[in-house]
């Protein structure tokens, strides 16, 4: 009986690559002229931006009138698409920070890109605490400056003033540690570029030489930044779920929803890399840089993230019932079978039926399966923040006041100018910067391709002594 033989490690880089080629490929996007492609996505996000910001002045001029919020709905898409924008930027940070510290190296391939997402992502989502006030002037009120009030400053009692905080804290860390990543990439494009352009880079660069001084201060400050940005991954969607945790409104005032929402928002902020990062490596011809083994590393946490939402959702239903609080029971009994049901539906379907086709291997590595399950996800987790806001204030303690919300086109409006907003920022993204970090990619090939060697030499050498032995 022959030895089973383990397979061969799949290389993270393919294409054999050596560091020319990688330099001339993840550059070769910012340097030359766009494609046509290119350029019609960059205007439908334009349109899509111009549209945005229309229905903005129009919500400023004529007042939240405009939207169709009622006395019992008070809050409909805005705070439905904020928890929505601060989920997807989660994504970012946690495959940069925390997989830089447990020193995973399939997180190379996607990083950058990933860490652009969680900017542009938390930049479409500090948008809507602005416009939900009402009268835009009074978020002066949130932050704690001095003023005429004397000592009193601000309510630290309100979650709003914590999601000030909180997200504006992992927004100035995210950027941060995404502009110390792009310092060496920003210094190769400067080193290839002439005129107005190395100028440009070369101000990007901050005169990065490459030195061993330059190269130990950056990944000291990568590690720092990385240790302060991993429980900011935990703390910041924690804090936007206590908006509603913190409330006495039956089916909010609930334990288990910060850590479910932190989970459901590393589930929506990968299934959002996963899409641009499909799109990202056709277009621009990066498919030896984001491999299948990225694209099924990705899923695998999906996966993982979408099954611990499911947990979560059966957990609310059971304490629902075991508490035995008819309002408790009633507002989610009402989610399920009430007037918006179709929206719970396509919640569980899209968040907890749909991702455990990734238990099977040919599914987790299936470019186009990757693709749908993704777009599903997203609509899966933009549904489970309309389920949570909607359903809930439509039916409150009084029968009299209970009401329907639809969105008019100011509401829709505004989101759909956040997608503007979202990808007129990545496309020129892919313009200024790689999109794929240079330095750890290099950094990754010489110990990817010693360790293929390796192994590849200990799975003949086994070949080899299974035949001694069978003679």
């Not at 494609?35 to 996505?41: D, Q």
């Not at 930049?123 to 932050?143: D, E, N, S, T």
């Not at 009193?152 to 003033?161: D, K, R």
């Not at 455990?356 to 987790?381: A, C, D, E, H, L």
Request: hydrophobic fraction near 50%; charge should be positive.
């Amino acid at each position: 009986m022959s030895a089973v033989v383990s397979p061969i490690r799949e290389p993270l880089i393919t294409g054999r690559k050596s560091y020319h080629d990688i330099t001339e490929d993840i550059c070769a996007p910012s340097e030359r002229a766009p494609s046509l492609t290119w350029v019609f996505a960059f205007i439908v996000a334009v349109t899509l931006l111009g549209f945005g910001v229309f229905s903005i002045l129009w919500t400023i001029w004529f007042g939240i009138g405009s939207w169709n919020l009622n006395r019992t709905i008070g809050w409909g898409w805005d705070i439905t698409n904020f928890v929505w924008w601060v989920g997807i930027g989660h994504a970012g940070t946690l495959i940069s920070a925390i997989l830089l510290l447990f020193r995973q190296k399939w997180r190379t391939g996607v990083n950058r890109a990933a860490e652009a997402m969680t900017i542009f992502a938390v930049i479409c989502a500090a948008l809507f605490p602005g416009i939900h006030v009402g009268r835009m002037w009074v978020i002066f009120f949130f932050f704690p400056v001095p003023n005429t009030r004397g000592p009193l400053w601000v309510n630290f009692n309100s979650p709003l003033l914590w999601d000030l905080f909180a997200i504006s804290t992992y927004f100035t860390v995210s950027l941060l540690f995404w502009y110390t990543g792009l310092v060496p990439d920003f210094a190769t494009l400067r080193d290839r570029a002439s005129g107005l352009r190395k100028k440009f880079y070369n101000f990007l660069s901050f005169g990065w030489t490459g030195s061993a001084k330059h190269w130990s201060r950056f990944e000291s400050l990568s590690l720092i930044l990385a240790g302060l940005a991993t429980p900011l991954v935990l703390s910041v969607h924690t804090i936007v779920s206590f908006d509603f945790a913190t409330s006495v409104i039956p089916g909010w005032h609930t334990t288990i929803f910060p850590p479910y929402f932190v989970a459901g928002a590393i589930f929506s902020g990968f299934a959002m890399v996963q899409t641009l990062m499909l799109i990202t490596r056709k277009v621009l011809k990066l498919e030896d840089y984001i491999t299948l083994q990225h694209i099924e590393s990705m899923n695998k946490v999906i996966l993982l993230t979408g099954t611990m939402v499911g947990v979560a959702y059966l957990t609310e239903l059971f304490i629902a019932w075991y508490s035995g609080y008819v309002y408790e029971q009633f507002a989610f009994l009402n989610r399920a079978f009430g007037v918006y049901w179709w929206a719970y539906f396509a919640m569980m379907t899209c968040n907890v039926l749909s991702p455990q086709i990734f238990w099977f291997k040919k599914m987790r590595r299936s470019i186009f399966v990757t693709f749908v399950m993704s777009i599903f996800v997203n609509i899966g987790m933009w549904f489970e923040r309309f389920v949570i806001i909607a359903t809930t204030l439509a039916r409150d303690y009084l029968p009299s006041s209970w009401s329907y919300y639809t969105p008019t086109w100011v509401e829709i409006g505004i989101y759909l100018g956040t997608f503007g907003i979202f990808f007129t920022f990545y496309l020129l993204f892919t313009r200024i910067a790689p999109v794929v970090a240079i330095a750890e990619v290099k950094s990754i090939l010489k110990s990817s391709g010693d360790q293929y060697i390796e192994e590849h030499e200990k799975h003949y050498q086994k070949a080899i002594d299974n035949k001694v032995k069978q003679h």
